[in-house]
């Protein structure tokens, strides 16, 4: 195991109506003004949710503002409309309500609000750190992204979709009600919680093999995926099944499972990033299709990462004798397991073109190196290659 420094704020509260909460905690924590973040128009699932939460709010006095309109794909500059709003009005707590998407562009507005350059090209598309932030609490509706208790927000613009990460986006306090996923749909519920095995996929698959404890989180939080999503697809009110995958969600993306392992390999979640940004694509299942492909390029590179993966995960007998054989029937159960859930495991459901396939692969975001990816350094050429593998 590796040095390391773990910083992780957020204060989660979980259970069953906990959003009926929020005034109080909020007001607790020192608010007086929250920027109320939602979906809003065609979402109409969540009205209930957004009337008990101003109910809460107006409760403890808690004065709010309402930034509704954000798109499943947040954007950069629907994001600075937001910023804009934060100032004038002089807001103190951002409160996002929703997936992923909602809390992203809460964390955007939160930087936005101090902020004087320019967000996008400085943070997301370039490497500038944060400085200040307003605090963030979440409510959260989908569990898969896990930026309730993570340092990271996606955001697109234009074709493409960038990350800002930084310790000074991580939630103050995250509300957790397993019950508020219970009207997903089961593509949305199915697509989450890819992310959430994509997720811990990325801190896996490194070259650091002596991660006893953290190797055996990581294992357990896809396990978790595997075990209980099939059961929320079947009874979607199926509160332990909800309970399960929401918790996974944060263990999977706050670096839990990450540390001592030196690096990240986010090179499915970078392929992916530009597919979702020129088609709008569920990221989900974009790292479904992009996963199995990825693991078939590279795993020649550190074989016995994905012997102990497949063995350990996927039950898949370990042969010594025969690595590449068993590596690859681990991959077949991976994609078999996407496909019983009804997700794909093909470019062209996601919507992708054979001849979008080279500037796709050009945009990647890269390392000082020009490479992509750290398990196996990824040229242009090899992540076209990876396409290949996922046609």
């Not at 969540?46 to 939460?53: A, S």
């Not at 990325?202 to 093999?209: P, V």
């Not at 500037?359 to 242009?380: E, Q």
Request: negative net charge.
């Amino acid at each position: 195991m590796q040095d390391f420094q773990f910083y992780s704020p957020t204060r989660f509260v979980f259970g069953r109506g906990k959003e009926n909460e929020v005034g109080e905690i909020l007001s607790q924590a020192g608010a007086t003004k929250v920027m109320l973040c939602h979906y809003g128009e065609g979402a109409d699932y969540e009205k209930p949710i957004i009337e008990r939460v101003v109910a809460s709010l107006e409760k403890a006095g808690l004065a709010y503002v309402d930034f509704a309109g954000i798109q499943a794909n947040p954007s950069a500059d629907r994001s600075q409309e937001g910023v804009e709003i934060a100032r004038a009005e002089g807001v103190d707590w951002m409160l996002p309500v929703g997936g992923g998407s909602v809390i992203d562009t809460a964390k955007y507005i939160a930087v936005g609000y101090y902020y004087e350059g320019d967000m996008w090209e400085d943070l997301y598309a370039g490497n500038g750190k944060v400085e200040k932030a307003l605090p963030v609490c979440t409510i959260n509706t989908l569990p898969g992204t896990g930026s309730e208790g993570s340092n990271s927000s996606v955001m697109g613009k234009g074709v493409l979709k960038r990350s800002l990460n930084d310790d000074m986006i991580r939630p103050k306090i995250a509300i957790m009600d397993p019950e508020l996923a219970f009207t997903l749909p089961p593509f949305q519920t199915a697509s989450a919680a890819v992310d959430i095995m994509a997720h811990a996929h990325e801190r896996y698959f490194t070259i650091t093999d002596d991660n006893f404890l953290t190797d055996g989180l990581g294992e357990a939080v896809i396990k978790t995926v595997i075990k209980y999503l099939p059961i929320a697809l079947e009874d979607p009110t199926n509160y332990e099944a909800r309970a399960q995958l929401h918790w996974a969600s944060v263990l999977a993306h706050n670096d839990s499972c990450g540390v001592g392992r030196g690096f990240v390999d986010g090179t499915v979640h970078g392929i992916e990033s530009e597919i979702g940004g020129m088609y709008h694509s569920a990221h989900g299942a974009g790292c479904a299709c992009v996963t199995p492909a990825w693991m078939s390029y590279v795993w020649s590179e550190h074989p016995s990462r994905f012997v102990r993966y497949f063995e350990k995960v996927w039950g898949v007998e370990n042969d010594p004798f025969d690595q590449e054989g068993m590596i690859k029937e681990g991959i077949k159960r991976i994609k078999d397991f996407y496909v019983s859930v009804g997700i794909p495991v093909h470019y062209g459901e996601l919507g992708v073109k054979e001849e979008d396939i080279p500037t796709l692969a050009s945009t990647v975001r890269r390392g000082p190196d020009g490479m992509a990816g750290h398990f196996k350094k990824l040229s242009t050429e090899d992540i076209i290659n990876i396409y290949a593998l996922m046609k």
